[in-house]
């Protein structure tokens, strides 16, 4: 079917109490895999690119390889801008064809977060496209993405109106996530959650979840979470995979013999995230 915007898929997943696991892929058998387990357990399914990802490649690459996945698939397919850095890059974005878009004004002051998730937001509402905006800081670094080691977390009273301001469609909370391997289990905030989900209507999201505990992440669904990111163990998976085959065959000189254990890695591990974010059946 025809890509789609996270738009209505968070409004449904919001309304029936589970979350939407959204994947940063690499590469084409990332995206073949991701689609794969969504498709199997019938469930809707985001496919996100980080600016490090599209500087690899580009833009253009990355989404025909999605548009690609979600034409032969049976599931609702999105393609969406992860942590986009600039209006840019956004405006670039849009132009090429993605269906949802993060503009990421954390780590500038309050009002100029404010000022471009807002731009963003008015140069993409038109074409149906959703926005998603960060509030607050999710720490740690993976790409050129660095958070810090002391991540101010999200304001409640400041997220009603940043919400309000920007007219974003979705909010990107830090309550005590990071980006990239954490060292040791981490502390989320799961009564900062509840307290920004008392005073904002529109889906929360989760950023640096690769890590966390399911359990965790099923309290932070049940406490108003409706998009789920995962990023750094999907190319742990993939990494496992490829190695095996090398490890066992050194020899091996055809790329689509250890890529494919590595898409089966990854696809195994999304099928997973898709039971613990409660969506399977759901499409």
Do not use: W
């Not at 471009?116 to 993976?142: F, N, Q, R, T, Y």
């Amino acid at each position: 079917m025809p890509l789609v915007t996270t738009k209505q898929l968070l409004l449904d997943a919001q309304a029936g109490g589970y979350a939407i696991g959204a994947f940063n892929v690499e590469n084409m058998e990332m995206v073949q895999a991701v689609v794969g387990a969504a498709e199997e357990l019938k469930s809707p399914v985001i496919l996100q690119t980080t600016p490090s990802t599209v500087k690899y490649a580009d833009l253009e690459y990355f989404y025909a390889n999605v548009k690609t996945a979600a034409k032969k698939a049976t599931v609702p397919v999105v393609i969406h801008l992860d942590h986009g850095n600039s209006f840019d890059l956004a405006m670039q974005a849009l132009r090429t064809g993605y269906t949802s878009i993060m503009i990421d004004g954390s780590h500038d002051s309050f009002e100029e977060n404010i000022a471009v998730s807002k731009a963003v937001v008015d140069a993409c509402h038109p074409s149906g496209v959703a926005v998603e905006a960060e509030l607050g800081k999710v720490g740690g670094k993976e790409d050129d993405l660095d958070g810090g080691d002391n991540n101010p977390y999200t304001n409640p009273q400041e997220a009603v109106i940043f919400v309000e301001r920007t007219g974003i469609d979705s909010l990107a909370v830090a309550i005590g996530t990071a980006h990239g391997v954490y060292q040791g289990i981490p502390k989320v905030d799961v009564e900062r959650l509840s307290k920004i989900k008392e005073v904002v209507s529109i889906p929360l999201v989760l950023h640096g979840t690769s890590g966390v505990p399911d359990e965790t992440v099923k309290e932070c669904i049940k406490r108003g979470i409706c998009k789920v990111n995962y990023a750094t163990d999907l190319r742990i998976a993939f990494s496992k995979g490829v190695n095996e085959v090398l490890h066992e065959a050194p020899d091996t000189i055809d790329p689509k013999k250890y890529n494919a254990k590595g898409r089966e890695e990854v696809k195994q591990y999304v099928m997973n995230k898709i039971m613990v974010c409660g969506s399977a059946g759901k499409a």
